[in-house]
């Protein structure tokens, strides 16, 4: 996925990259790649997406908004199997916090305030 924005007054479109963390130095790409689905989270202003959504993990989810004309990380949101129980945890962490548990009503509200994007093609 590669995000573009218009400037209105000249009409320049430009792209607006991303931040990779893949290596100790993050740096910027102009595109974004999952296996999973994007999309729009309005109540945080952000593109979320699950890499794993294919895998069956529904509350695997990453979020990142566009901070200074650069698309960087926010927080994620998952769960883990506990080990002795076979239950779930839910999870939250994040650029500006740490790792918190949540409930799993809480956890739906995450999975489901964001909407698809849909694409269209261009002509």
Do not use: C, H
């Not at 960087?72 to 500006?96: R, V």
């Amino acid at each position: 996925m590669t995000i573009f924005t218009l400037d209105v007054n000249t009409q320049k479109i430009t792209i607006i990259p991303g931040m990779e963390y893949d290596t100790d130095s993050p740096y910027k790409i102009d595109v974004l790649s999952t296996s999973g689905e994007f999309y729009y989270s309005q109540k945080y202003n952000a593109i979320a997406y699950n890499e794993y959504r294919s895998l069956g993990y529904p509350y695997e989810m990453s979020y990142y908004t566009i901070q200074n004309n650069v698309l960087d990380y926010s927080f994620d949101m998952w769960s883990e199997e506990n080990a002795d129980t076979g239950e779930l945890n839910y999870y939250i962490a994040g650029i500006d916090f740490d790792k918190k548990e949540l409930t799993k009503e809480e956890a739906d509200e995450y999975r489901t305030e964001y909407t698809t994007i849909f694409w269209k093609p261009i002509p």
